[in-house]
Structures are given as structure tokens and as C-alpha cells.
């Protein structure tokens, strides 16, 4: 599976960024698709992800609310809204996608098995 991250920028407080993520090769098998982030000098965290099975959506408290994910079954593209964007939402923010519940279930870096390059989301005050 490979994932293709896009949509990063440069963007005022209370803006907004959608970012894509578009899976190829192997993907008939794979249960969820997400996002994680990395602010300098910080690990990468999990964002949200999308449940592929039934489309239910799970958010990180920071971002509950303001961030949106949803996907587009014919491109095999996830997308994510990104609204209200604060300061400390800045950070490179990564695409990540496993075939396993338990990949969902435990919202970690170590979880997902297959990851896209980051893309760079800048929000200035």
C-alpha cells in the first residue's frame, strides 16, 4: 500500500486546510485510514481516522469538532478538513493506514503499518 499525502500550507489563525490522502496499490484490505502529526521537538501524535468498513470517524480531543474526516470511495481518497486552525496546530502532519482493528483501537505510530510523507501545515498567529 501507498499512501500519497497532499494539501499542507501556510494559513492565519481560525483559517482553514483540507489535506488529501490517496491510497494505492493493495488496499481492498485495509480497515482504516488516518492521520497523525508532528509539532518540532514533539513525538508524532494521532489525529483522527476513519473506520473504512462504515465510515465512523474518531478524533483526538484537540481537534474534536474542527477537524473533519471523510473519504471518497471512488479515488481511494481520505480526506481531512481542517477548520479554526490554531497556532498549535502547526506541525507535519502524516497519512497512515493499517488492515488491522487494532491499529484503531490503539491510535499509535507503532499501530499503523503503512505511512505516507508528510506534509506541512504552518498556522501563524
Known amino acids: 500500500v501507498q499512501l500519497q499525502a497532499s494539501g499542507g500550507g501556510l494559513v492565519q489563525t481560525g483559517g482553514f486546510l483540507r489535506l488529501s490522502c490517496e491510497a494505492s496499490?493493495?488496499?481492498?484490505?485495509?480497515?482504516?485510514m488516518g492521520w497523525f502529526r508532528q509539532a518540532p521537538g514533539k513525538e508524532r501524535e494521532f489525529v483522527g481516522a476513519?473506520?473504512?468498513?462504515?465510515?465512523?470517524?474518531y478524533y483526538a480531543d484537540s481537534v474534536k469538532g474542527r477537524f473533519t474526516i471523510s473519504r471518497d470511495n471512488a479515488e481511494n481518497t481520505v480526506y481531512m478538513q481542517m477548520n479554526s486552525l490554531k497556532p498549535e496546530d502547526t506541525a507535519v502532519y502524516y497519512c497512515?493506514?493499517?488492515?488491522?482493528?487494532?491499529?484503531?483501537?490503539?491510535?499509535?505510530?507503532?499501530?499503523?503499518?503503512?505511512w505516507g510523507r508528510g506534509t506541512q501545515v504552518t498556522v501563524s498567529s
Open positions: 497512515a493506514a493499517d488492515s488491522s482493528y487494532r491499529a484503531l483501537r490503539l491510535k499509535t505510530v507503532a499501530g499503523f503499518d503503512y
Open positions: 496499490g493493495r488496499t481492498f484490505n485495509l480497515y482504516v
Open positions: 476513519l473506520r473504512l468498513s462504515d465510515d465512523n470517524t
